[in-house]
């Protein structure tokens, strides 16, 4: 059974680099084919997609947001690692983290990130 | 960038009729298309991916089809737990896109 649950911290302030956790059991990241990424939800709004990173250490970034984000692995502590720096009100969604194997086959319960002062 | 734009915004409809969802893109994305439902405070669930395989334990009365640049999700008969939010997904280019989702209710 496939699991994954984001930590980190849950506000932080504007100009702060977002630091956040996946950890995921059920499936390792050095399957062929096999991603984790991750993605935001604004409230009301879709969900949007942020990085990913792939069994062979393959990563892409949303190019809107690139020079911002970083995407690293712990294979050994089956851990996704994901910054955001530079963090601004607008940045204040749910972040997920999700398992791919070509579709999102599973999404984490994410984590509220609220950016404010 | 492709853009996914999805209609109607929102669907309201009874129990026992069929939902019918339309996503389309702005270029050709294949077959590359995925259909996720989201319901209030949960996570999205993968419904369908690549147009028509549905997902492990997804009923059959959800169905997808299209190609190139028009799909649809069908809901054959409209179940209560199927209100929710529907996004179409698409993982032909980068970046990944979504569309921005359609609302079913169920009366």
């Known amino acids: 059974q496939i699991t994954l649950k984001e930590s980190g911290p849950t506000l932080v302030k504007p100009t702060q680099t977002l630091t956040l956790t996946c950890t995921f059991s059920?499936?390792?990241?050095?399957?062929?084919?096999?991603?984790v990424g991750w993605l935001r939800q604004a409230p009301g709004k879709a969900p949007e997609w942020l990085a990913l990173?792939?069994?062979?250490?393959?990563?892409r970034y949303s190019p809107s947001l690139e020079s911002r984000l970083t995407i690293t692995k712990d294979t050994s502590e089956n851990r996704v690692v994901f910054t955001m720096t530079d963090m601004d009100p607008v940045d204040t969604a749910r972040y997920y983290c999700?398992?791919?194997?070509?579709?999102?086959?599973?999404w984490g319960p994410g984590i509220v990130v609220t950016v404010s002062s | 960038e492709i853009v996914l734009t999805q209609s109607p915004a929102t669907l309201s409809l009874s129990p026992g009729e069929r939902a019918t969802l339309s996503c389309r893109a702005s270029?050709?994305?294949?077959?590359?298309l995925a259909w996720y439902q989201q319901k209030p405070g949960q996570s999205p669930r993968l419904l369908i991916y690549?147009?028509?395989y549905r997902a492990i334990g997804i009923p059959a009365r959800f169905s997808g089809s299209g190609s190139g640049t028009d799909f649809t999700l069908t809901i054959s008969s409209l179940e209560p737990e199927d209100s929710a939010v529907y996004y179409c997904?698409?993982?032909?280019?980068?970046?990944?896109?979504f569309g921005q989702g359609s609302k079913v209710e169920i009366k």
């Open positions: 999700a398992h791919w194997t070509g579709a999102i086959d599973l």
């Open positions: 059920g499936f390792s990241l050095t399957s062929t084919l096999v991603g």
């Open positions: 990173l792939y069994w062979d250490d393959e990563k």
């Open positions: 270029q050709s994305v294949s077959i590359y």
């Open positions: 690549d147009t028509s």
């Open positions: 997904q698409q993982r032909h280019d980068w970046p990944r896109t």
